[in-house]
């Protein structure tokens, strides 16, 4: 009898111990949602690249991955300050960044004391999005000019008028406008505004001729009649600009950018981590009102595997840094 009893106690303690081991190996294997998780950007709220952190945090929230999820902004430095706060935050999955690539492919070219690095103090997570840029003049260029080589010829014939301005100085419509004028034979002055806005602002205003943004930021004013595309930046026409050219259609081939948003992880963050976020991410970015909502803007949803977005910063990275070499810009100068 007491035989039966030890050994029914042993078989019982070690059934209980299995039993723990299998809980706590199931919870492993099948981890419950993050209490919050932080999307960070560079960028003041209203703005497209705080737009894209709310719509997605809404599709975060409550799901198998989070249960809460916020936008924090940190702007400042042209988005390098949020790029900068990834290093050593948490690599649990509950810190996650979403950047414009400027601030990895470009910056890198034109800072000399940049306060990161590209490649090691961020992991690819997922891209977000793409968009193409556009070309706008407004009641400051006669109604005579429609294109893009008639807008070059008029401002060698108007020297001090040849004037444009873009978001940001080191921004990619900022080299746009410079390969544009270096392919017209022209020297462009640029006026660099803080973000998009103010400069559209001005253009309709007739206080500038022209202003390099990416094409969403165009579409509102254009379709009022104050203000007119001469050309896109993508590869093949915009479906927010159906109607306009491409620069490459104009005689400008090598004149062909396209910019992207991803989201990134803390550097160093464990792949598996990497993994679950990048499938909460691509589960987001696939609803209707998130693409909806970014269409309004003038921006193609476009998820991404972490591998294919790490190949993608690199191959943005390497085109840059000649282009850059070639206009002879730095933050400094």
Not at 86 to 114: C, E, F, R, W
Not at 212 to 217: D, F, I, T
Not at 322 to 332: L, N, R, S
Request: with cysteine; charged share 15%.
């Amino acid at each position: 009898m007491s035989f039966n009893r030890r050994r029914f106690v042993r078989t019982s303690s070690a059934g209980a111990a299995l039993a723990v081991l299998g809980l706590h190996a199931g919870r492993a294997g099948a981890q419950g949602p993050l209490d919050t998780v932080k999307l960070i950007t560079g960028f003041p709220p209203g703005g497209t690249s705080d737009t894209l952190c709310r719509r997605v945090a809404e599709n975060l929230r409550g799901g198998t991955y989070t249960k809460s999820a916020l936008v924090e902004n940190k702007p400042g430095a042209g988005g390098q300050i949020a790029v900068q706060s990834m290093k050593g935050a948490p690599t649990d999955g509950s810190v996650i960044l979403q950047t414009p690539a400027s601030m990895l492919m470009i910056y890198p070219h034109i800072y000399k004391n940049l306060a990161y690095n590209a490649f090691t103090d961020v992991t690819a997570v997922s891209q977000a999005c793409t968009f193409d840029f556009g070309f706008c003049v407004g009641p400051a260029v006669p109604d005579s000019v429609k294109n893009i080589p008639e807008f070059l010829a008029w401002c060698k014939a108007n020297p001090d008028k040849a004037n444009y301005g873009s978001p940001a100085a080191g921004s990619v419509p900022h080299f746009i406008g410079v390969l544009l004028g270096q392919a017209g034979g022209v020297e462009l002055k640029h006026v660099p505004y803080r973000g998009s806005a103010p400069a559209v602002q001005d253009l309709v205003a007739g206080q500038i001729q022209a202003v390099s943004a990416p094409v969403g930021e165009f579409t509102q004013q254009v379709n009022a009649g104050k203000i007119r595309f001469l050309g896109v930046s993508g590869s093949a026409r915009s479906r927010f600009a159906p109607n306009v050219p491409t620069f490459a259609e104009q005689g400008y081939k090598d004149l062909v950018f396209s910019e992207w948003f991803g989201f990134f992880a803390p550097g160093g963050t464990p792949a598996p981590v990497v993994q679950r976020a990048n499938t909460a991410l691509r589960t987001a970015l696939e609803q209707k009102d998130v693409i909806d909502g970014l269409a309004v803007m003038g921006l193609e949803v476009k998820s991404s595997t972490p591998q294919e977005l790490a190949t993608l910063l690199k191959e943005s990275y390497d085109r840059w840094g000649p282009i850059v070499t070639k206009i002879g810009f730095t933050a400094d100068s």
